[in-house]
């Protein structure tokens, strides 16, 4: 990277209390030459609370291919910029992608700068596991696609978290309601870090009654986690044919080779097919 260019810091902002910045953030949207932001009269609220008076562009979902090509430019010229979204951390369900894939292709640095993000947030005061979790983005709009969107998760083994908005909380959980059991557990994270900040932590069923019974609890932003499916350990078998592929992989190699190459075509968990390796051969030996 040339020393002549500037750097990209991709600066976290809060998600609703004006407390959730860090020192480094404020220090950094002071000294920068430019701020890309989302929403330039959004951010001017928060900047304005810091005491921040400097110039700012705007990069949003609509033009934002074109916005990062300029800004390239001036990190070229050296000019150093501070990247934020209208609240939290840019590029997660917020512009900035193209931004930043841009700045690392042009060998430009990219600093990030972190602090509030939403789904960290809620997961962090969730009370579901959180040593693997998904995170999907916002749910599909339309309740079909929904409905297939939650089937696909049905059996996900670990912890899986959606951003939702207040028009379709509701309808979200009804849809969920459809395709998962009413007794899996799940958090609905609202308005957090704000006045109405709610957690809830309960079955799908009693989740959507309370949502369908307090219209305050479809105001505002949303978080919504699920719990991971519990898998029956009866149901993790092998296939007729990953077995078959396993027993030719058998007879001519190790248990260890041919338990290598069944993960690798197969896709299944190695344990798994450890497991069914064993079983094969102490079958053959009992023959
Ligand atoms: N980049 C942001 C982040 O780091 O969380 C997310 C931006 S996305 C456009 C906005 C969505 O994030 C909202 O519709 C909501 O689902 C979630 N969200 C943002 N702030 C929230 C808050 N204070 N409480 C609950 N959910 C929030």
Redesign the pocket.
Known sequence: MSNECGKLYVV?TP???LGDISFRAIEILKQVDLIAAEDTRHIKMLLQHYGIGNKLVSLHQHNEDKASEGLLEKLREGLSIALV??????????PGMPMVKMAKEAGIEVVPVPG???????LSAAGLPVTQFVFE??SPRTSSARKAFFSERLTCPITWV?????HRILDSLQDMAEVLPLDRQVVI??????LH?TIVKASLGEALKLVEEDANMRK?????IVDGAVIDKKEQVLTPEQEKILSVLLSECSIKTAVSMAVEITGVRKKLLYQAALDIEKAKQGR
């Open positions: 976290a998600i609703g209390n979204s209208d609240a939290g951390t840019p590029l997660l369900s917020d509030a993000c939403a789904l960290i947030a809620a983005g916002f959606f951003y939702e908005s207040s994270a609202r308005e957090l870090t704000k900040e505002g932003e949303f978080v919504v």
